[in-house]
C-alpha cells in the first residue's frame, strides 16, 4: 500500500510543529506548507518536504501547488492550520482566516487537488459565549453566536466550507491549546513564577484545556477515522478553575507562595482599549486587546467532547497536571540554557 501523503498548511506556527512531527511518527510523507518568511524553527526534521506559498497571490498558488507533486499524485489529508489568533488591524482577521481559506480551496480545484480529508483547525470561540449562569457545558450543536472579531472571521470560514459540496472537510473547534513553544500560558506561568497570578472578574470562571500532543493525535485520528461533514470540540473533558491552574502550576514550579490578585472587569476592559490602540499605532498585534478581553471575561468554558470521543475514540493523555508539567519542564530547560 502506498504511503499516504499529508499537506499542513500554516505548519511554522506552535501547533504546526507538533502536527508535523506525529505526521512523521505515523509514517505519513510529510509536507509543509510555510511563507518565504516563516521560521523553520520547529521544522528542521530532514524527512520533511517544502512548499512555499504566497496567500495573498492566487496565480503563485496555483503554480507552486500544481508543480509540488509529480503529474496524477496529490495529498491523500490537508490540514488546514493558517491562520490569525491576534492582529493589530481587525481587518486583517477576515482577510486571514476566511480570504486565504477561501483563495486555497478555490487553488486546490484549479490544480484538481482536492484531497481525501480536509481538516479546518477553528476555534472554541467561533461558537462565542454558552451558559454564563447555569454552567451548562457548550456543545457542538449550540447555534454559533461569536462574540470577537477572531471568532466571528473563524464561523465565517467554517460557513463556507459547510457550502462547498466537493469539500470533504472535518471542522475542529479546540479549546485552549498549549505546550511547550505556547506564548500565552506561558505569560501566565511566567507570572506564577514572580509569585503573581492576575485574574479577570469576580464570578467563577471554568476553564478548559488541551494539551497540544492531544490535539494533534486527535486530528490525525479523526483523519484516519473516515469521518467528514462535521464539527468536533476539542478538549481535556474536565474544566478547572483559576485557583486550580495555579497551585498546578506552582507546584511544578517548586513556588512556595503566589499572591492571587482579582482585577475588576472595568479596569481590564480600559488597559485592554489603551493596548489595542498603541498596537495599532505601532502596527504590531498587541496581545491584551478588546477581543481578549471579552475572552477573559466569559465564565463558561467548559465543553462537551462526547460526539468526539464517539467518532473517532477521542481520549486525551495528558490531564491538565501532566501537560503543565511537560510545558514547565521546557520552560524551565529553556531558562536555565540562557543563564
Same mark, same amino acid.
Given at each position: 500500500?502506498? &504511503?499516504?501523503?499529508?499537506?499542513?498548511?500554516?505548519?511554522?506556527?506552535?501547533?504546526?510543529?507538533?502536527?508535523?512531527?506525529?505526521?512523521?511518527?505515523?509514517?505519513?510523507?510529510?509536507?509543509? *506548507?510555510?511563507?518565504?518568511?516563516?521560521?523553520?524553527?520547529?521544522?528542521? @526534521?530532514?524527512?520533511?518536504? +517544502?512548499?512555499?506559498?504566497?496567500?495573498?497571490?492566487?496565480?503563485?498558488?496555483?503554480?507552486?501547488?500544481?508543480?509540488?507533486?509529480?503529474?496524477? #499524485?496529490?495529498? @491523500?489529508?490537508?490540514?488546514?492550520?493558517?491562520? *490569525?489568533?491576534?492582529?493589530?488591524?481587525?481587518?486583517?482577521?477576515?482577510?486571514?482566516?476566511? #480570504?486565504?481559506?477561501?483563495?486555497?480551496?478555490?487553488?486546490?480545484?484549479?490544480?484538481? =487537488?482536492?484531497?481525501?480529508?480536509?481538516?479546518?483547525?477553528?476555534?472554541?470561540?467561533?461558537?462565542?459565549?454558552?451558559?454564563?449562569?447555569?454552567? &451548562?457545558?457548550?456543545?457542538?450543536?449550540?447555534?454559533?453566536?461569536?462574540?470577537?472579531?477572531?471568532?466571528?472571521?473563524?464561523?465565517?470560514?467554517?460557513?463556507?466550507?459547510?457550502?462547498?459540496?466537493?469539500?470533504?472537510?472535518?471542522?475542529? /473547534?479546540?479549546?485552549?491549546?498549549?505546550?511547550?513553544?505556547?506564548?500565552?500560558?506561558?505569560?501566565?506561568?511566567?507570572?506564577?513564577?514572580?509569585?503573581?497570578?492576575?485574574?479577570?472578574?469576580?464570578?467563577?470562571?471554568?476553564? &478548559?484545556?488541551?494539551?497540544?500532543?492531544?490535539?494533534?493525535?486527535?486530528?490525525?485520528?479523526?483523519?484516519?477515522?473516515?469521518? #467528514?461533514?462535521?464539527?468536533?470540540?476539542?478538549?481535556?473533558? /474536565?474544566?478547572?478553575?483559576?485557583?486550580?491552574?495555579?497551585?498546578?502550576?506552582?507546584?511544578?514550579?517548586?513556588?512556595?507562595?503566589?499572591?492571587?490578585?482579582?482585577?475588576?472587569?472595568?479596569?481590564?476592559?480600559?488597559?485592554?482599549?489603551?493596548?489595542?490602540?498603541?498596537?495599532?499605532?505601532?502596527?504590531?498585534?498587541?496581545? =491584551?486587546?478588546?477581543?481578549?478581553?471579552?475572552?477573559?471575561?466569559?465564565?463558561?468554558?467548559?465543553?462537551?467532547?462526547?460526539?468526539?470521543? /464517539?467518532?473517532?475514540?477521542?481520549?486525551?493523555? +495528558?490531564?491538565?497536571?501532566?501537560?503543565?508539567? *511537560?510545558?514547565?519542564?521546557?520552560?524551565?530547560? #529553556?531558562?536555565?540554557?540562557?543563564?
Amino acid at each position: 500500500m502506498a &504511503t499516504k501523503k499529508v499537506l499542513i498548511i500554516g505548519a511554522g506556527g506552535f501547533i504546526g510543529g507538533f502536527m508535523a512531527q506525529e505526521s512523521l511518527q505515523r509514517g505519513y510523507e510529510t509536507w509543509v *506548507a510555510v511563507r518565504k518568511s516563516t521560521s523553520r524553527k520547529y521544522l528542521s @526534521d530532514e524527512r520533511l518536504n +517544502f512548499v512555499v506559498l504566497d496567500y495573498d497571490d492566487e496565480a503563485a498558488m496555483v503554480a507552486t501547488m500544481s508543480s509540488a507533486l509529480p503529474e496524477g #499524485e496529490r495529498w @491523500d489529508y490537508i490540514v488546514y492550520n493558517l491562520g *490569525a489568533t491576534k492582529c493589530a488591524n481587525f481587518i486583517d482577521f477576515n482577510r486571514i482566516n476566511y #480570504e486565504y481559506l477561501r483563495r486555497f480551496v478555490g487553488v486546490l480545484r484549479q490544480c484538481e =487537488l482536492m484531497p481525501e480529508r480536509f481538516l479546518f483547525m477553528s476555534s472554541l470561540s467561533a461558537l462565542g459565549e454558552g451558559d454564563e449562569k447555569g454552567y &451548562t457545558p457548550i456543545t457542538s450543536k449550540m447555534i454559533p453566536n461569536p462574540n470577537t472579531r477572531y471568532g466571528l472571521s473563524k464561523i465565517k470560514a467554517e460557513t463556507f466550507l459547510e457550502m462547498q459540496s466537493d469539500v470533504p472537510y472535518i471542522i475542529f /473547534r479546540p479549546t485552549g491549546v498549549y505546550g511547550p513553544h505556547e506564548q500565552d500560558y506561558l505569560m501566565m506561568i511566567k507570572s506564577i513564577d514572580s509569585h503573581w497570578d492576575f485574574g479577570v472578574g469576580y464570578r467563577k470562571q471554568l476553564l &478548559t484545556f488541551i494539551y497540544v500532543e492531544d490535539l494533534v493525535n486527535a486530528v490525525y485520528d479523526a483523519l484516519e477515522s473516515g469521518v #467528514e461533514k462535521r464539527k468536533y470540540i476539542i478538549s481535556e473533558p /474536565r474544566s478547572y478553575t483559576q485557583s486550580e491552574f495555579r497551585s498546578i502550576v506552582a507546584r511544578h514550579l517548586g513556588v512556595k507562595w503566589v499572591i492571587p490578585v482579582k482585577l475588576p472587569l472595568w479596569i481590564v476592559y480600559i488597559a485592554s482599549v489603551v493596548a489595542e490602540k498603541w498596537g495599532m499605532v505601532r502596527m504590531k498585534p498587541s496581545t =491584551l486587546n478588546r477581543d481578549k478581553f471579552k475572552i477573559m471575561k466569559q465564565r463558561n468554558w467548559s465543553c462537551d467532547v462526547t460526539d468526539a470521543q /464517539r467518532d473517532f475514540n477521542f481520549s486525551p493523555r +495528558f490531564s491538565l497536571d501532566e501537560g503543565l508539567k *511537560a510545558t514547565i519542564d521546557a520552560y524551565l530547560a #529553556e531558562k536555565v540554557s540562557k543563564k
